[in-house]
């Protein structure tokens, strides 16, 4: 094993053994070197795979916000390596896309009327009511799925929802471009959220799930991405 | 933005681009650091964070073996950020349990007969028969998962039941040892993969995805891990 994967599994351990727990800090880098005779260049690698993996937070500055936090932001993380294979070509985009309909109808069927994501779900509808501008658009819509899983309450199938659309987030992006009328896409994507949210309201999770479906299909499709089972 | 960010935004816009493609080779520390006009640390610990990814596996030794090689390996990856997160305790074993279910279902339903996968599951069964170690049953049991869902033909979703996957086998292996009798369990293991296997191979996707379900389930509730829904 490689010094730096001496420190990383030091502070798994940790963790499991609940010695280090969320919001909690990491001793520092001369500290943690010196307890397990590596070199602060491993202990420096190690720390940066664990941001890299949504696990810490490195310090800046002194006081009382210095030092390496644990944090938990999977769903960022995750989505950061699902980019990058899709980079390498190994993921294909309508996998992506695919797996997304997968999840996200799963969360709307799942989701029990009543629970605090979907009045966050509802505020973010409004707000998209009034939002005239494409990018702040989008990212409020992401918010409204993200918070549409949450109500579901599987913190695993919301982690990895939220790393798809973060794996092809550039292409969402690129993709508004190839649109024909944004100001269309703009009012149907308006009304089929209404439509999902009401559908889940009601606590019909199989119309909730199949709008979901045919949702996020449509976009991908209008803006040029097949799903495996709609090549275009 | 810092500078062990550079290289990684800089290789993965080489992967973008297709300037460097599955099997290819990063630059050698010292070719990157230079172009990029960052410390050769810098590039150490981007190579670092994309091993942890499962993009580039670290070269050793020099000649034709020499070199940092991209790779494609998103499961073991994801297996592994998703470990620190459940040894965080930010996701609950029993979700991880759940997203099994939902991901290794839809595959079982998905799947359709005749693919070549569904041939190696079957060789994989025929060596389970005659297995007695339990270690090495629990492997071959792990691949044939594998090669169920991939006869869905859905990397993503593949690559995310292996990370599941990956994310518990420590609490897989420990819970074998929680089961009362192991070789009651094992009879009964090989009975349900038979079946399940048998649903596939005559397109019966609905029976197949009931099957998975159940076994999953069963596992894990006989080795004392509640899913969500059956809590004990």
Redesign the interface.
Known sequence: MRT?ELVLQWI?KQ??DGDL??GGRLPGERTMAEQLQVSR?SV??AV???E????VRAGVGSGKDAGTV?I?E?GS??G??????V??????VA??V??RV??ES?AAERATAGVPALGEAADLLDRMDSEQDIDAFLALDARFHVALAEAA?????S??MAS?RGAIENYAGELTENLPDWSATCARLRAEHRAILAAVNNNDGGTAAALVAAHIQGFYKEAGVGS?HAPD
């Open positions: 730096h798994e963790l499991s727990t969320l260049t420096r690698e940066r795979i664990l890299a993996m949504g696990v644990v938990a999977p993380a995750l950061s390596t699902l980019r990058l294979h980079a390498t070509r190994h993921l294909p996998d992506i695919e797996t997968l999840l799963w309450g599987n913190a695993v199938v982690a990895m798809l495996n």
